[in-house]
């Protein structure tokens, strides 16, 4: 598709477990972000890649939380020892060159993140 | 601390009437703005920006006004479609990070014929 794509579209977890989360930004932007958005809430910052390396990931809230993006495309966001208060809609984004307060970003539809 | 804010959680009005969402900020270091619009189980998309050297911008039924002296922006829709009918976020940037985007909470907006 010509959209960001982000598997899976829900995930439920026991708190304590690992989980994974993918975004496939579209083909040739440059620029990644991921947003997390908990309920009731805008999204929420989480960190921004400028092709393979972390540009600023300054919101990302503790070091449970990873994400890399090791070709410049696909990223995986990193979630250890999940938490209840980490259930949430993750939310990625793309855009060509960066620059969000500028240009315009494409959102994918999120994956729903459920800790029990 | 909530940097921007959007006061109304939710909006309804009637098709073909004016829509007005409104939204406050409190870093006046921000200087562009914008609004995406979500609809259930989709991402946020795109639909007008301002930057600081503005106080209007106007993209077909969409009009965003911008009030720097009172740290403000609105959303006009006229004249408003059900289509309209979504979560609209409120979205600001300071200019040495543009690419750090601090959303409001929203405000659900109902276009009822």
């Known amino acids: 598709g010509a959209g960001v794509s982000q598997t899976p579209s829900n995930k439920v977890t026991e708190k304590g477990k690992y989980v994974e989360l993918r975004c496939d930004p579209i083909?040739?932007?440059?620029?990644l972000y991921w947003y997390r958005q908990s309920l009731g809430q805008g999204p929420e910052f989480l960190i921004y890649?400028?092709?393979?390396?972390?540009?600023?990931d300054s919101g990302l809230p503790n070091d449970r939380f990873f994400a890399v993006r090791p070709e410049g495309s696909v990223s995986t966001l990193k979630i250890q020892r999940t938490e209840r208060g980490d259930s949430a809609v993750y939310l990625c984004a793309s855009s060509l060159y960066g620059g969000l307060g500028r240009t315009e970003a494409f959102f994918g539809q999120g994956t729903r993140l459920t800790v029990v | 601390d909530q940097q921007v804010k959007q006061n109304s959680p939710s909006l309804s009005v009637q098709e073909g009437r004016i829509s007005i969402l409104n939204c406050d900020y409190t870093?006046?270091?921000?200087?562009?703005f914008l609004w995406y619009k979500k609809y259930p189980a989709e991402g946020p998309t795109f639909l007008i920006s301002?930057?600081?050297?503005?106080d209007k911008n106007e993209d077909g039924r969409f009009t965003v006004f911008l009030n720097k002296s009172a740290k403000h922006l609105s959303l006009h829709i006229v004249p408003s479609q059900p289509g309209d009918s979504a979560v609209y976020f409120c979205?600001?940037?300071?200019?040495?990070?543009?690419?750090?985007?601090?959303f409001g909470t929203g405000t659900r907006l109902q276009v009822f014929p």
């Open positions: 870093n006046s270091m921000f200087d562009y």
């Open positions: 301002i930057s600081s050297i503005k």
């Open positions: 890649f400028q092709g393979t390396g972390a540009a600023d």
């Open positions: 979205a600001a940037a300071p200019s040495y990070n543009t690419d750090k985007l601090i």
């Open positions: 083909s040739g932007h440059t620029a």
